[in-house]
């Protein structure tokens, strides 16, 4: 088993659409950061968060530490979040490290 | 200009050829990793460095080395490419002292082919 798991790992949602990807963790943690990968490659930073719910635009983070789980929410889908969003977690053993989720592939379409 | 860049950005080789990935950063971080990526895989850590005389082994170091050459650069060799070194290879970078876990941002990315 995977220390991070994502779910769904494809999504495909009509435009306007409210869209959750989960992210559940078995290990302990510092901080968890959402990613977004687009079709061409690079990867952009969306969310650093070690508690609570942090809002960018159309975008919401959740995080519930006794849980070990997080969401990300994107509220009013548009083609162009077509992308796929990355889980991360740094842990709290040792002296680092970061494990990555295999991510979930979101297309909406028009 | 990127903060994080990365050359060369499409590379195809054949295999037994030494490769070397760079990775230029202007972001004044400490720490410094490089990654891949393979379908259906998690990004894995190849190797990272804390600062210019601290490197370190990650996850996944065999058929790779680094240098770092100074606090802003921090290259990926590979001595002898084989077949399954295929993959997308990101640098990334993160501020804070050893210790602390900090906000990693990634460079474009390089695809590497190895024939």
């Known amino acids: 088993k995977n220390e991070v798991e994502q779910s769904p790992q494809n999504l495909t949602a009509q435009e306007g659409e409210f869209i959750t990807i989960n992210c559940s963790y078995s290990v302990g943690i510092s901080a968890l950061h959402w990613l977004q990968q687009h079709p061409g490659g690079g990867i952009v930073s969306l969310f650093m968060?070690?508690?609570g719910k942090k809002k960018h635009g159309r975008l919401i983070a959740t995080i519930n530490i006794q849980e070990k789980h997080s969401s990300l929410h994107i509220t009013a889908s548009h083609p162009r979040d077509s992308a796929v969003y990355i889980c991360?977690?740094?842990?709290?053993?040792?002296?680092?490290?970061?494990?990555f989720g295999t991510g979930t592939r979101l297309k909406v379409l028009a | 200009d990127a903060d994080v860049t990365q050359t060369p950005r499409n590379r195809i080789t054949k295999t037994g050829k030494r490769i070397m990935l760079e990775c230029s950063q202007t972001?004044?971080?400490?720490?410094m990793y490089w990654y891949r990526q393979d379908p259906g895989l998690g990004l894995r850590l190849i190797y990272y460095s804390f600062d210019v005389k601290d490197i370190n082994k990650g996850e996944i170091s065999d058929g790779y080395s680094v240098s770092r050459q100074a606090q802003a650069k921090f290259s990926l060799s590979l001595e002898s490419a084989i077949p399954n070194q295929t993959a997308l290879y990101f640098c990334?970078?993160?501020?804070?002292?050893?210790?602390?876990?900090?906000?990693?941002?990634f460079g474009p990315g390089t695809r590497l082919t190895v024939l």
């Open positions: 991360a977690v740094a842990t709290t053993s040792g002296t680092y490290k970061y494990i």
């Open positions: 990334a970078t993160s501020g804070g002292g050893r210790g602390s876990y900090n906000e990693q941002f």
């Open positions: 968060l070690s508690s």
């Open positions: 972001k004044g971080h400490d720490r």
